[in-house]
């Protein structure tokens, strides 16, 4: 099956493309999305959020890298990209949304060619764009995420999300695979089941809180923070029976690593979280967690659809492409996995 | 102004004002007072405000569509002075036109089924051509683009250039279908076919087909890329040309259409100070509503110097005492040239009747209704409010000196028709030397040709001669048992009680040598110790 296959099969309406470090392959895997929808016939919407460290050149004032883009497309893009696209443009309306590069305008190419796409600066402006976009008859909006932190939470607006990786993500084959396997872990972080609980974290990420659920009822706890305040948070738990830690904030690697000196209480821990964008923690001190029976839940799971490959780091490391793309396979499975250098198929297994 | 305007609450008129266009803001943050002699112009300005008010009565929802499109009116200022200058319009400052143009007519069109209509100052100017030429297909949509009708050679090139693409990709096709049979490999996404590095007989065959080159190398594969052919090169350098060639005659066109505009420059900046203007009165309106405001009488120039208020509000005080479910009590007050003197309790209100008298005429000033049930006044060159609330820690000085030199500052002179607002004249120092430099400069002001109001503790000033008195009436009127009563509460709420019972109205009253004495009964509310008010008491009896 194809990439847009994959998409379309899943009745994903936005999509983002992340990558795991830079050249992972991710330009790629949109120029392939928008070239399969030029096929398919598929009207789309472009836009990028966060910034790739040179997204913007910082002496030229260049939004990078430039895409090719067919006929009837819609971008969201700053003001200032638009003098510098090689298609004609129509501008369609304003946003209101202001960034570096001018104010974000709703556009539709009128002719083929490269464009320069430089999206708005936030996630909420995001969403609207995605909306507008949609009101504007795309099938498909596209977001390319940066690699920063507005980049990176991509995913947690758009309905699905594909994943880039590749040589670049570790030194070795064990570690690209660690990796990508924990990358894929997080991201794939389940939902909080309990239709209760939902309720009550999603008030107090909203209102900022660390509360404390279990069958006593809830317990706001007296800090703004659980960063840096590992110790204090966990001076207010007990491992007498099991509850929840809503951490409206992010879930770092200092809260897991303190609270595996209470291995007891993570027995009974389930931490809830806005969404799995909001939790940064290592490989190892993740798998410590899981094995010592801690969970992590979401209040907004997202959708990883498919995982593309790059066996090729620029640094010269570089791997067999149909071995590497098969042990990838092997080890995100179910998810589909596709090297775009081999071919548009997903890798079998 | 900014502090006297903070004190008076003209800041918070500004604030309330709320103009939807960046036209409307401008002007706003523009707004000066009307002066002595600018009588016509206010006159007319009140009447243009009383004309939108009714108007909100009668066509609410044409006003509140106007008021939707003002806020649609992206700000073209900037624009317009680079295009008055010979600059070049890009396509979006020609978008962003083209919509204020699309909403300049959809308010002319609201204007015209308004019944009374708004003078012409406050209407923009029709725009059809302008806007014909900015929609060269006639679409209606207020998308912009330059289309292909504005040029026969714009069209011509990108025929041209979509043809040549067409041409380009057909050939590049051909080419690579040809060279992957040749080899049996097929080519990647990026244009590339792969040969394994040990493949040596692969590679070979691949490079002997001379239609390679190879693009790049990893530990296992070399990559390799067709090599353009002459044919190719030459299709993708006239590509390269044409674009350039297009890109040209869009310059072109966009230089064309800014000279057009450049002709309506003149008739643009007024039509953007007229939406600025309507958008300024409508916003006016919509506040006097909301304040409950009436029409101020206005004094002509050479008539004597008068500020009368009936029933006036400060909309501040009131919506913070609204928040604190308390009701503001109205004040009314008639002053006339020279000096008038308030006296009377602490917090029986002095202050805020000194604040709102000079919200009231400053609002006249900015051509504004009033939150009272009558108002006549004149214009005054200036408006001073002395409060002794002074930044004492930044500037060094004491508040003594704070007040001195702010007087210095605010003493008119005698032909100046100027309103003077002063609260607890000369409270700061002693009170012996404080009383007499009091009445001095009451005795001073009385002879000018301004409208000063003093509130004052200092018995001296209540027995004051040509001067009109003023006093509160306080908590004279409540029966002593009542009060006692109210006492026995609790500190916070026999502050409560305190304000219910206080009685804000302000009577005229004849020259006296002795003030009523209220503080110890206002304290004793307050919550001071009962020990320290009965010495208190003691030694006022002595």
């Known amino acids: 099956m194809r990439l847009l296959e994959r998409i379309e099969q899943s009745g994903c309406k936005s999509v983002s493309v992340v990558g795991l470090a830079k050249n992972a392959g991710k330009t790629v895997a949109v120029n392939t999305i928008i070239r399969q929808c030029v096929e398919a016939g598929v009207t789309l919407g472009l836009s990028s959020l966060g910034y790739d460290g040179e997204k913007i050149d910082v002496l030229s004032r260049l939004a990078k890298p430039r895409i090719f883009v067919p006929e ?9 990209t638009l003098p510098r696209a090689a298609a004609g443009l129509e501008i369609l309306a304003t946003t209101n949304y202001i960034t570096a590069l001018g104010e974000v305008m709703l556009v539709r190419a009128r002719e083929s060619g490269h464009v320069e796409v430089a ?9 609207h764009c995605i909306a507008a976009m949609q009101g504007l008859g795309c099938r498909l909006v596209l977001v390319d995420g940066a690699l920063d932190r507005i980049g990176s939470a991509a995913p947690t607006i758009t309905d699905g999300t594909v994943l880039a990786t590749g040589a670049v993500a570790g030194g070795n084959m064990r570690r690209i695979l660690i990796r990508s396997m924990h990358v894929k872990a997080i991201l794939s972080l389940p939902g909080v089941s309990d239709p209760a609980l939902r309720a009550t974290a999603g008030a107090a990420c909203q209102a900022g809180q660390l509360l404390v659920v279990d069958s006593a009822g809830v317990r706001q706890l007296p800090l703004i923070s659980a960063i840096g305040h590992a110790a204090a948070v966990i001076s207010h738990l007990s491992p007498a029976e099991p509850f ?3 951490v409206p904030g992010a879930i770092t690697d200092s809260l897991l690593g303190e609270l595996l000196y209470h291995p007891r209480l993570v027995k009974q821990i389930r931490l809830v979280s806005p969404d799995p964008t909001h939790v940064f923690v290592g490989p190892e001190i993740w798998q410590k967690f899981l094995h010592f029976g801690g969970r992590v839940e979401v209040l907004k799971p997202i959708t990883i659809l498919a995982v593309t490959v790059n066996p090729t780091a620029p640094a010269g490391k570089s791997y067999a492409p ?4 098969l042990e990838l396979a092997r080890a995100l499975a179910p998810l589909p996995v596709y090297d775009l250098f081999l071919g548009e198929t997903a890798v079998p297994l | 102004m900014s502090d006297a305007g903070l004190m008076l609450g003209i800041e918070y008129f500004l604030a309330c004002l709320a103009p939807t266009s960046p036209y409307g803001q401008a002007q706003a943050k523009g707004l000066r007072p009307f002066k002595p002699g600018q009588e016509g112009d206010l006159k007319e300005e009140l009447a243009s405000l009383e004309q939108a008010i009714s108007l909100l009565a009668t066509h609410l929802s044409e006003i509140i569509k106007i008021r939707h499109y003002l806020a649609q009116l992206p700000d073209w200022r900037e624009p317009l002075h680079e295009v008055t200058a010979g600059g070049v319009l890009s396509d979006v400052e020609l978008f962003s036109l083209k919509q204020n143009l699309y909403f300049f007519a959809r308010i002319k069109e609201l204007q015209a089924t308004l019944a009374p209509r708004l003078p012409v100052k406050y209407e923009p100017a029709d725009f059809h051509t302008l806007l014909a030429l900015l929609d060269p297909d006639n679409s209606g949509s207020p998308s912009f ?38 080899v049996g490999l097929s080519f990647n996404p990026a244009g590339e076919i792969a040969a394994p590095r040990h493949d040596r007989s692969l590679q070979n065959r691949i490079e002997g087909t001379n239609l390679f080159i190879q693009s790049r190398e990893t530990y296992t594969e070399r990559y390799y890329q067709l090599k353009p052919t002459p044919q190719e090169i030459t299709l993708a350098q006239e590509l390269d040309r044409l674009l350039k060639h297009e890109q040209a005659e869009e310059e072109r066109v966009r230089h064309k259409l800014s000279l057009s505009v450049k002709v309506e420059a003149e008739r643009l900046r007024q039509t953007i100070a007229s939406l600025g203007r309507l958008d300024l009165l409508l916003s006016k309106a919509l506040l006097a509503r909301d304040w409950r405001c009436v029409r101020p009488e206005l004094i002509e120039r050479d008539a004597p110097a008068e500020f009368v208020m009936d029933k006036a509000r400060h909309p501040e005080v009131e919506a913070s005492l609204r928040k604190q479910g308390k009701a503001f009590t109205p004040v009314s007050i008639s002053l006339q040239t020279g000096v008038a003197v308030v006296t009377g309790a602490n917090m029986g209100g002095k202050t805020v009747t000194l604040r709102t008298v000079g919200l009231l005429a400053s609002l006249v000033a900015y051509g504004m209704f009033v939150p009272a049930s009558f108002c006549r006044t004149c214009l005054f060159t200036h408006i001073t409010i002395l409060t002794g609330e002074y930044s004492v820690f930044v500037t060094g000085l004491s508040r003594f000196g704070h007040e001195i030199a702010a007087l210095c500052r605010a003493l008119p002179s005698a032909q100046t028709r100027a309103l003077l607002l002063v609260d607890e004249l000369a409270s700061s120092t002693n009170p012996a030397e404080g009383s007499a430099l009091a009445q001095a400069v009451a005795e001073h002001l009385a002879r000018s040709a301004s409208v000063c109001l003093l509130t004052t503790h200092y018995d001296r000033m209540a027995f004051l001669k040509d001067v009109a008195h003023w006093q509160v009436v306080g908590l004279s009127n409540v029966p002593s048992v009542v009060l006692a009563q109210a006492l026995a509460d609790s500190p916070a709420a026999s502050q ?7 009685d804000y109205t302000l009577t005229p009253t004849e020259p006296t040598r002795h003030l009523p004495r209220e503080a110890l009964r206002v304290a004793a509310h307050l919550g001071l110790p009962a020990s320290i008010l009965a010495r208190a008491a003691e030694l006022l009896h002595r």
């Open chain 2, 496 to 502: 409560r009680d305190l304000a219910e019972l206080m």
């Open chain 2, 145 to 182: 683009y330059l289309s292909d009708s504005y040029s026969l050679r714009l069209a011509e090139y990108r025929d041209k250039i979509r043809a040549q693409q067409r041409a380009a990709n057909r050939q590049s096709e051909i080419q690579k279908e040809r060279a992957a049979k040749l």
């Open chain 1, 72 to 80: 009837g497309t819609i971008l969201a893009t700053a003001a200032d």
């Open chain 1, 322 to 325: 149909r071995e590497f793309a």
């Open chain 1, 119 to 127: 999206g708005p600066d936030s996630l909420a402006e995001m969403r």
């Open chain 1, 244 to 246: 929840s830690l809503v």
